[in-house]
T-cell receptor
Framework: GAVVSQHPSRVICKSGTSVKIECRSLDFQATTMFWYRQFPKKSLMLMATSNEGSKATYEQGVEKDKFLINHASLTLSTLTVTSAHPEDSSFYIC??????????????FGPGTRLLVL | GQNIDQPTEMTATEGAIVQINCTYQTSGFNGLFWYQQHAGEAPTFLSYNVLDGLEEKGRFSSFLSRSKGYSYLLLKELQMKDSASYLCAYMDSNYQLIWGAGTKLIIKP
């Protein structure tokens, strides 16, 4: 099946620094990738939709200048948390749609990246 | 591929009961999640099981057997709005989520 990876799996950083999280579709191409944020035992909160070759679409309330998204290729999207603060500590999950999949609506989820900002 | 498996699609009738199974294999386990996802929306948290047994939450119940690497989501009194994809995911020893591919549930009148 389609596999999505994320790197790093966990990161600890100091307040004020920037952190880049990568999301890769390993065996399929994805023009659309999604970035979510999850709090413990809560639903995933969609942050933005990342489109290859164009600007990401951000959900209401998500600061585009703080959460920079770059979808440079059909297999890679990156989320950069700029000037991170402790309240940005969370579990960030990406997902991708398989262009060639049977069901174009199916999203394949990555394992998540744990960010802890000190 | 991922060592977690659930059926691709299921069909059930409004008012009936449906059970969606999820099996997994892992050496490290920190709980199993079920999410509901309607087309075009973010997944909604349904349940989290870390101990064996059945947890009931209204019309939805989730069961876990750690020794068997098995979980199911039971939906009672099905409503048309329950038509959605249901995702199971377990958390491994590194606290990362390993996702199933999702089960598309189709509810017929």
């Amino acid at each position: 099946g389609a596999v999505v990876s994320q790197h790093p799996s966990r990161v600890i950083c100091k307040s004020g620094t920037s952190v880049k999280i990568e999301c890769r579709s390993l065996d399929f191409q994805a023009t659309t990738m999604f970035w979510y944020r999850q709090f413990p035992k809560k639903s995933l909160m969609l942050m933005a939709t990342s489109n290859e070759g164009s600007k990401a679409t951000y959900e209401q309330g998500v600061e585009k200048d703080k959460f920079l998204i770059n979808h440079a290729s059909l297999t890679l999207s990156t989320l950069t948390v700029t000037s991170a603060h402790p309240e940005d500590s969370s579990f960030y999950i990406c997902s991708a749609r398989d262009l060639a999949g049977v069901d174009l609506e199916t999203q394949y989820f990555g394992p998540g990246t744990r960010l802890l900002v000190l | 591929g991922q060592n977690i498996d659930q059926p691709t699609e299921m069909t059930a009738t409004e008012g009936a009961i449906v059970q969606i199974n999820c099996t997994y294999q892992t050496s490290g386990f920190n709980g199993l999640f079920w999410y509901q996802q309607h087309a075009g929306e973010a997944p909604t948290f349904l349940s989290y099981n870390v101990l064996d047994g059945l947890e009931e939450k209204g019309r939805f119940s989730s069961f876990l057997s750690r020794s068997k690497g098995y979980s199911y989501l039971l939906l009672k009194e099905l409503q048309m709005k329950d038509s959605a994809s249901y995702l199971c995911a377990y958390m491994d020893s590194n606290y990362q989520l390993i996702w199933g591919a999702g089960t598309k549930l189709i509810i017929k009148p």
